[in-house]
């Protein structure tokens, strides 16, 4: 969503760097492109204002003029006034002293309130509670029946005692769904509500009727990231109709330009508590105001990479495999290596998860093209193998490759590239968990020492002789004592032997297809 914001932003900082100091002229056209950018993000005017103002001042302060690297000074400051406007710091739900505790959803036609109230069940489900649905929507057509579905998907209860359709009382639906969660044990209540126009009095005074019968200890605004500076003015009206806490952001993976969620905070004073960013249910996950900046500005977002690893990852399977590549537990094998594949299938999407790391933003059209479906073809090829076949990959000769090629779907070839590919990357792995330096084996420092630090004694021979003439001679020893003080490798100390013994040149990888 913000690609845009981060392309014109990351060209901006391009031309601060490698300026020792910065002019008034260069903060203020640093200023005006940052200006731009955001407006063509459609963040609204009142927020640009501010944000460019709080940017150019401190930019002229003392924090910039005395800073060792200005360009990265003033990164840093984009990038803190950008938290700033975001909401600052990452607001959490409030959980009742005495359960249930009741969190009412509200929004317009469309925003995606009942899929994401499935996802806020599920993410709650997962930190340990009991949430139950109610189906509280009884006025668009089959929302009921798409709530009892998402619920079904979740893996949680959903109450839904009116068939919905126009039939039924919401405000009755919801007053009864207090009292079954209190019989049934259910520690949280997420209210399904009507989409509703923020002109629209009638249905804006069924919010407030449905607010006012189950008095929620979170009132909870969705809002459709992709709809703009709109965004702003609807959730004016709904904070003055009905009032809420927080503010939820959906279809944060469209293409649209970001303004809304770069406004609302702002405008509102109201915090982005959680984001939407995908179809799947697991696609939903707490606002994290920093990590936002973050990926903005292309800094990647490693602790939320980090969380999802976490929530996956078997540690168990991890630390098994950790050992077998530090040579403790056995051999890494095929099978280990489709486990933990497998694994990193589970965090969702590849192309998501590179986006990220740090810089993504320079490889955005490789990561726009990387085909999802090579893992499953990886994994069809692995699976086509025999146990032994996975536990002995060398023992895999011609015969078998075309037989597991042709169970796969697959051609030969790929099943030659993925096990020479499989080999070398054990190769890297092994010497990395070794604490060694894959690009330079054997060498002093890096993993395990070599043989012998010291220069090696020079051979006696015709051409080790010494000159029975002493000026002679000493002109020699000081010829040779030159070459050796500048021999490649001097500097570790390695004499004129600039490459260390054991040194093997095979065992440099080959990275050409790396880089095609």
């Not at 109201?270 to 696609?283: I, N, Q, Y």
Request: net charge neutral; glycine share 10%; aromatic share 4%.
């Amino acid at each position: 969503m913000f690609t845009t914001l981060s392309d014109r932003l990351q060209e901006t900082f391009k031309g601060l760097r490698g300026k020792g100091k910065l002019s008034e002229a260069d903060i203020d056209t640093t200023a005006r492109e940052i200006r731009l950018a955001l407006l063509e993000a459609d963040v609204a005017l009142p927020v640009v204002k501010e944000f460019i103002g709080a940017v150019k001042e401190r930019a002229r302060g003392e924090e910039v003029s005395q800073a060792l690297n200005p360009a990265q000074q003033i990164i840093k400051i984009v990038n803190e006034e950008l938290v700033k406007i975001l909401g600052g710091e990452t607001r959490r739900l409030r959980f009742a002293k005495n359960p249930p505790t009741v969190i009412m959803l509200a929004g317009l036609q469309g925003a995606g309130k009942t899929t994401l109230a499935a996802k806020l069940a599920l993410w709650l489900k997962d930190q340990g509670k009991s949430p139950m649905l109610v189906a509280a929507d009884l006025q668009r057509p089959n929302a009921v029946n798409q709530l009892q579905v998402n619920g079904e998907r979740a893996g949680v209860t959903v109450f839904a005692p009116e068939p919905g359709n126009g039939i039924g009382d919401p405000v009755a639906v919801s007053r009864q769904a207090i009292e079954e969660a209190k019989r049934t044990l259910h520690d949280v209540v997420i209210v399904d509500t009507a989409g509703r126009l923020g002109i629209d009095e009638e249905l804006m005074r069924q919010a407030s009727d449905i607010r006012d019968a189950v008095n929620p200890d979170e009132v909870l605004f969705v809002v459709d990231a992709m709809i703009g500076q709109d965004a702003v003015n609807t959730a004016q009206a709904f904070l003055d109709g009905v009032g809420y806490d927080g503010v939820v952001l959906t279809k944060l993976d469209g293409d649209a330009r970001g303004g809304a969620a770069l406004s609302i905070a702002q405008m509102t004073g109201k915090p982005v508590m959680f984001a939407s960013a995908g179809e799947k249910l697991t696609d939903f996950d707490l606002f994290h105001p920093d990590r936002m900046a973050s990926r903005i500005l292309d800094m990647g977002d490693l602790l939320t990479l980090i969380e999802q690893a976490e929530r996956t990852f078997d540690a168990e399977k991890a630390m098994k495999a950790a050992e077998k590549l530090s040579g403790k537990g056995g051999e890494f094998t095929l099978e280990d290596f489709l486990e933990q594949m497998q694994q990193v299938r589970k965090m969702g999407s590849l192309t998501k998860m590179l986006g990220m790391l740090p810089g993504a933003g320079q490889i955005r059209d490789q990561l726009e093209n990387f085909d999802e479906r090579e893992i499953d073809r990886i994994q069809a090829i692995i699976q086509s193998m025999t146990p032994f076949e996975r536990q002995n990959p060398k023992a895999i000769d011609g015969s078998r490759r075309a037989r597991i090629a042709k169970g796969a779907g697959r051609s030969v070839n790929d099943v030659n590239q993925l096990i020479e590919r499989f080999f070398e990357a054990r190769k890297m792995m092994e010497s990395m968990a070794r604490g060694g330096n894959p690009m330079m084996p054997g060498m002093p420092g890096v993993g395990k020492r070599s043989k012998s630090r010291q220069a090696p004694k020079a051979k006696k021979g015709k051409g080790a002789r010494r000159s029975g003439n002493p000026a002679k001679a000493a002109a020699v020893q000081a010829a040779r004592d030159e070459q050796q003080a500048t021999a490649p490798g001097a500097a570790f100390g390695l004499g004129d032997q600039g490459v260390p013994d054991d040194f093997d040149p095979s065992q440099f990888p080959d990275l050409s297809k790396y880089l095609k």
